[in-house]
């Protein structure tokens, strides 16, 4: 019987997916899903000589869609009780799976774990700690419930019931960045019960060449109609409150050109955006910027 489906899409990134591999244990009760994106071929013919463990899949896409279809696929695949998703640079904690086996008989539908996170020279990294933060806020007092689930948009980092997806047909978005705010939001709304752990389950890994330290137009304006598409989401389930903030997207628009503020500027009119969230943040632009990019 299959308990766990780690689904894990990949591209080009053939020893760090090895190195996620590594930290999963081979067993009957886990499936593990590799979802390749369309890799270059010296990279299939990797993928393609390599001798994975029984319980690991390798499934290559004929597009390149995206982490958002490569991780469909996955789930379209999957046959376990519970979804986890990793990224092919990132890897799970030492004892990850001593800690998923305290949940499998669970009644929820989704758990939420702690995260850590490493820059590639092995240091202490950053991107952890908002979600940390929303774990512990829950676990302080159960009024933040609604904050861990509208605001831990990332798809890792927790375990989640695979009927609860196929009960109301939650997919990704297909698109190159922000494919995860949609299914997440969706996910939360959907949960009836959760629960949570400070115990760290998945470590991030902060690479300079990973697609969420990209800056180009492309992918910036991928991740501009993801906030506004989330927020509209939102909107629509009366869940206002945890909209994203687009102060960011407005500021930054301006290393585009003139054109492009203005569509912004436009799409925000046209979505009917807040754009007083997040505004105590200006004060601490800089920052931000940083963490955003």
Request: glycine share 4%; net charge positive.
């Amino acid at each position: 019987m299959i308990n766990l489906s780690i689904i894990i899409p990949h591209r080009n990134s053939f020893n760090d997916l090895l190195r996620l591999l590594n930290t999963i244990p081979e067993t009957d009760t886990i499936e593990v899903i590799v979802v390749d994106d369309k890799s270059i071929s010296t990279t299939v013919k990797k993928l393609r000589n390599y001798r994975f463990r029984n319980n690991i899949t390798v499934i290559y896409s004929k597009s390149n869609g995206g982490a958002g279809e490569a991780r469909n696929i996955g789930i379209g695949h999957a046959s376990g009780d519970w979804v986890i998703f990793a990224d092919s640079d990132d890897y799970f904690s030492d004892n990850a799976f001593e800690l998923t086996q305290q949940f499998l008989a669970n009644k929820e539908d989704v758990i939420y774990f702690g995260v850590n996170s490493i820059t590639e020279l092995g240091n202490q990294s950053y991107r952890h700690l908002r979600y940390m933060k929303l774990v512990e806020d829950y676990l302080s007092d159960r009024k933040f419930e609604n904050e861990l689930k509208f605001h831990f948009l990332s798809p890792w980092g927790k375990m989640i019931r695979r009927e609860l997806l196929e009960k109301y047909n939650i997919r990704f978005e297909e698109t190159i960045a922000g494919n995860d705010n949609l299914f997440s939001l969706k996910v939360a709304h959907n949960t009836r019960r959760l629960t949570a752990t400070y115990n760290v389950l998945y470590i991030i890994t902060e690479s300079k060449n990973s697609l969420s330290t990209t800056f180009s137009k492309d992918y910036f304006n991928s991740k501009f109609n993801a906030a506004l598409q989330a927020n509209q989401y939102l909107c629509s389930i009366n869940q206002n409150r945890y909209q994203q903030s687009i102060l960011y997207f407005l500021g930054r628009s301006y290393k585009f050109g003139l054109n492009y503020s203005i569509y912004v500027i436009k799409q925000l009119i046209k979505y009917r955006s807040n754009i007083f969230i997040g505004s105590k943040k200006i004060f601490n632009f800089q920052e931000v910027i940083k963490r955003r990019e």
